[in-house]
């Protein structure tokens, strides 16, 4: 006689789904409440939901309140947990993760959801924010969306961001979000050879990002421009352009005196001597000049 035979079947998952969402911020039945942001919104949830989605909310909400009398007590606190630093439409949407296992997002929270990802340890949430960031990416938004992958270690979206910056320099440039790089993710970028702006206009930027980056440091224009300008190829600009840019370099010392001078040398000897050889190579967006031929590392 034949044994038992068993199997797995799975119902109607979209429907169980849209019943898992109507208990995201219900109030109803719910054992554990947050107040969330600035704005004190109170975001009411179901404690065996969080711990057994999320490892972070484990930890939160098995924590004895401090101060507590009996700190052997079994029983969990209810909250209020307030949390000051996220904003609730980002802290809803993770909630919504981990009750529907799918997420509602927009281009004005979705780096922050990513950051909250990270921080709850939500792998599968973080990788639906990187897909809906790089399926959306804008001239905008591209910088501060490659501070985020690089500060979070997303390797994928630092190659997607930059190659967006690639194809459209010179508008994003202009953006807020490039004079809000950090000195090491500004470097990252002026090291790629594919660039579509010219070195003079590139310069210029890198000018205006170290004045705004000076003032909000609170550090001299030098300083905090010390990695980046290691990266601009000044060689490749021609006598006249040196000669301006020494007079503007007067005023906010931005350049080492040695960089422009290794520039002058590799005009006077028609070659990149004592210059790193990616200094001496034109990017894409790089205009002509006459000198660049005798910059080219096998030219005689």
Same mark, same amino acid.
């Given at each position: 006689m034949a044994g038992p035979c068993s199997a797995r079947l799975q119902g109607d998952v979209a429907a169980f789904t849209a019943a898992l969402r109507t208990l995201v911020n219900n109030p109803q039945f719910s054992d554990v409440m947050f107040v969330v942001g600035q704005e004190q919104q109170k975001v009411f949830a179901h404690r065996?939901?969080?711990?057994?989605?999320?490892?972070?909310?484990?930890?939160?909400?098995?924590?004895?309140?401090?101060?507590?009398?009996?700190?052997?007590?079994?029983?969990?606190?209810?909250?209020?947990? #307030?949390?000051?630093?996220? =904003?609730?439409?980002?802290? *809803?949407? $993770?909630?919504?993760?981990?009750? &529907?296992? /799918? !997420?509602?997002?927009?281009?004005?929270?979705?780096?922050?959801?990513?950051?909250?990802? #990270?921080?709850?340890?939500? =792998?599968?949430?973080?990788? *639906?924010? $990187?897909?809906?960031?790089?399926? &959306?990416? /804008? !001239?905008?938004?591209?910088?501060?969306?490659?501070?985020?992958?690089?500060?979070?270690?997303?390797?994928?979206?630092? =190659?997607?961001?930059?190659?967006?910056?690639?194809?459209?320099?010179?508008?994003?440039?202009?953006?807020?979000?490039?004079?809000?790089?950090?000195?090491?993710?500004?470097?990252?970028?002026?090291?790629?050879?594919?660039?579509?702006?010219?070195?003079?206009?590139?310069?210029?930027?890198?000018?205006?990002?170290?004045?705004?980056?000076?003032?909000?440091?609170?550090?001299?224009?030098?300083?905090?421009?010390?990695?980046?300008?290691?990266?601009?190829?000044?060689?490749?600009?021609?006598?006249?352009?040196?000669?301006?840019?020494?007079?503007?370099?007067?005023?906010?010392?931005?350049?080492?005196?040695?960089?422009?001078?290794?520039?002058?040398?590799?005009?006077?000897?028609?070659?990149?001597?004592?210059?790193?050889?990616?200094?001496?190579?034109?990017?894409?967006?790089?205009?002509?000049?006459?000198?660049?031929?005798?910059?080219?590392?096998?030219?005689?």
């Amino acid at each position: 006689m034949a044994g038992p035979c068993s199997a797995r079947l799975q119902g109607d998952v979209a429907a169980f789904t849209a019943a898992l969402r109507t208990l995201v911020n219900n109030p109803q039945f719910s054992d554990v409440m947050f107040v969330v942001g600035q704005e004190q919104q109170k975001v009411f949830a179901h404690r065996c939901v969080l711990v057994c989605r999320c490892q972070a909310f484990r930890g939160m909400l098995s924590q004895v309140p401090v101060g507590s009398q009996d700190s052997s007590s079994s029983v969990p606190p209810q909250g209020p947990f #307030v949390l000051g630093n996220v =904003q609730p439409e980002v802290f *809803l949407a $993770v909630i919504e993760f981990l009750y &529907t296992n /799918s !997420v509602t997002l927009n281009s004005h929270i979705a780096l922050e959801v990513l950051t909250s990802s #990270v921080e709850y340890g939500l =792998q599968d949430l973080c990788k *639906l924010c $990187v897909k809906f960031i790089k399926d &959306t990416l /804008s !001239v905008e938004q591209v910088c501060e969306a490659l501070q985020a992958a690089v500060t979070y270690g997303q390797v994928d979206l630092q =190659q997607h961001c930059l190659a967006f910056i690639e194809g459209c320099t010179t508008a994003v440039v202009r953006t807020q979000g490039f004079r809000e790089l950090s000195d090491v993710v500004l470097a990252r970028v002026l090291r790629s050879d594919r660039l579509t702006v010219d070195e003079l206009d590139l310069v210029q930027a890198v000018r205006e990002w170290a004045h705004v980056s000076s003032a909000v440091l609170e550090r001299p224009v030098p300083e905090v421009a010390a990695l980046p300008v290691r990266e601009l190829r000044l060689p490749l600009l021609a006598p006249s352009e040196l000669v301006t840019l020494e007079s503007y370099n007067q005023q906010d010392l931005l350049i080492p005196v040695e960089n422009i001078a290794a520039a002058w040398r590799a005009h006077a000897l028609r070659k990149g001597s004592g210059v790193p050889s990616r200094l001496c190579r034109p990017r894409r967006g790089t205009r002509p000049r006459d000198h660049h031929r005798h910059l080219e590392p096998h030219a005689k």
